[in-house]
């Protein structure tokens, strides 16, 4: 393992992410990454697809560091509905799985009233931490 999870033994196991993560290494931050291609055009408003774009963006930012996934420590996510998100929770999943694949870092999720691109129904940003 590349971070220690931390869980209290006596705490109830969460689903898809992480109470808190203890990491030593070299800090990578993302900016908040939204649901546009490298063009910064948006593709699609499907709030899952936008979802698929943005982690693919954040690896893509973390690879020009030499970060992978799984050195991930942090993710936190802004939406504009949280009921969209939520009836999108299976294609999150998928897209998760599929870019991040099974590590869950440290995530936090926030309703926000917009974000600055009108079309954009997500913002994360990301923290990783390269082992040294």
């Known amino acids: 393992m590349v971070h ?15 109470n808190g993560i203890a990491a030593t290494g070299r800090m990578v ?14 593709e699609t408003d499907d709030f899952a697809e936008q979802v698929r774009i943005t982690l693919r ?6 690879a020009e560091a030499g970060a992978r996934p799984e050195h991930l420590v942090r993710l936190t996510w802004y939406v504009t509905d949280k009921r ?11 897209a998760y799985k599929q ?3 099974r590590h869950y870092p440290a995530m936090a999720l926030v309703q926000v009233v917009a974000l600055v691109e ?14 040294g």
């Open 118 to 131: 009108d079309r954009a129904k997500v913002e994360i940003e990301a923290t990783a931490v390269i082992p």
């Open 4 to 18: 220690e999870v931390l869980h209290p033994r006596n705490w109830k196991a969460t689903p898809g992410y992480s």
């Open 57 to 62: 963006s954040i690896v893509a930012v973390l």
């Open 84 to 94: 969209e998100y939520l009836a999108a929770l299976k294609g999150i999943g998928q």
């Open 99 to 101: 870019i991040i694949g």
């Open 29 to 42: 931050f993302t900016g908040g990454m939204i649901g546009w291609n490298e063009q910064q055009e948006f």
